[in-house]
């Protein structure tokens, strides 16, 4: 399988517990999404990364929150402190951008995590 | 804020009729729009994208309309079989923004 994948796929944590998900995208992209999704909602963008550079960061993603793509391979999302507020669906996407700088807007998303904060 | 959102939030068909879901936007810079197919603890599936300058995209069993004027955009599938069943989703975005900004949904359920 050469789609996105997302380890682990569940997560059950205690509030105050501090969780790390992980992202393997397809190989050949260069650009990394992190999306989160609550029941009967769209899924909202958090942050992106180009390579290894995170180029943006939606205000949803508190300081509890903090991603990484140390080699512009794989990302990892980790929250801290974790919130009853933050049991969601995290999802993982990543397109190709060309040499142009223009990304290619066909984002393929992962299985994604569900993380439960009880 | 700008937005996406769907006209309805649910839509039952009969197994081989024709399906036509809605969705809206806001953002008039907006030149790019996706239709997103989710089932059940997976994450969504590109189906077919169209830019602000067509208003019409066929695919596989699948058209993408798009009306400029009243800001609609539209998911025709036709022949609907039960593999149909999901939640749509439609995204939007706008030249140079990385983001997708996606609707709330409207799930599509195939009556045998």
């Given at each position: 399988d050469t789609g996105v994948s997302q380890d682990p796929r569940h997560k059950i944590t205690k509030r105050g517990q501090n969780v790390t998900f992980r992202c393997d995208p397809?190989?050949?992209?260069?650009r990394l999404y992190w999306y989160r999704q609550t029941l009967g909602q769209g899924p909202e963008f958090l942050t992106y990364f180009q390579n290894e550079a995170q180029l943006e960061k939606s205000r949803?993603?508190?300081?509890r929150f903090s991603a990484e793509r140390p080699k512009g391979s794989f990302s990892t999302l980790e929250i801290q402190r974790?919130?009853?507020?933050?049991s969601a669906m995290y999802l993982c996407a990543s397109s190709f951008a060309g040499t142009s700088g223009r990304?290619?807007?066909?984002q393929y998303f992962g299985p994604g995590t569900r993380l439960t904060v009880t | 804020g700008e937005s996406v959102g769907l006209h309805l939030p649910t839509l039952s068909v009969q197994e081989g009729d024709n399906s036509i879901i809605n969705c809206a936007y806001s953002n008039s810079a907006s030149d790019y729009f996706i239709w997103y197919k989710q089932e059940s603890g997976k994450g969504p599936q590109f189906i077919i994208d169209i830019r602000s300058n067509m208003d019409k995209r066929q695919g596989q069993r699948v058209t993408v309309l798009l009306n400029k004027t009243v800001k609609h955009l539209s998911l025709q599938i036709a022949a609907?079989?039960?593999?149909?069943?999901a939640v749509y989703f439609c995204a939007e975005a706008d030249f140079g923004n990385e983001k997708l900004t996606f609707g709330t949904g409207t799930r599509l359920t195939i009556i045998p």
């Amino acid at each position: 399988d050469t789609g996105v994948s997302q380890d682990p796929r569940h997560k059950i944590t205690k509030r105050g517990q501090n969780v790390t998900f992980r992202c393997d995208p397809i190989s050949e992209h260069n650009r990394l999404y992190w999306y989160r999704q609550t029941l009967g909602q769209g899924p909202e963008f958090l942050t992106y990364f180009q390579n290894e550079a995170q180029l943006e960061k939606s205000r949803l993603l508190s300081d509890r929150f903090s991603a990484e793509r140390p080699k512009g391979s794989f990302s990892t999302l980790e929250i801290q402190r974790t919130e009853q507020g933050d049991s969601a669906m995290y999802l993982c996407a990543s397109s190709f951008a060309g040499t142009s700088g223009r990304g290619s807007y066909e984002q393929y998303f992962g299985p994604g995590t569900r993380l439960t904060v009880t | 804020g700008e937005s996406v959102g769907l006209h309805l939030p649910t839509l039952s068909v009969q197994e081989g009729d024709n399906s036509i879901i809605n969705c809206a936007y806001s953002n008039s810079a907006s030149d790019y729009f996706i239709w997103y197919k989710q089932e059940s603890g997976k994450g969504p599936q590109f189906i077919i994208d169209i830019r602000s300058n067509m208003d019409k995209r066929q695919g596989q069993r699948v058209t993408v309309l798009l009306n400029k004027t009243v800001k609609h955009l539209s998911l025709q599938i036709a022949a609907t079989q039960p593999g149909d069943s999901a939640v749509y989703f439609c995204a939007e975005a706008d030249f140079g923004n990385e983001k997708l900004t996606f609707g709330t949904g409207t799930r599509l359920t195939i009556i045998p």
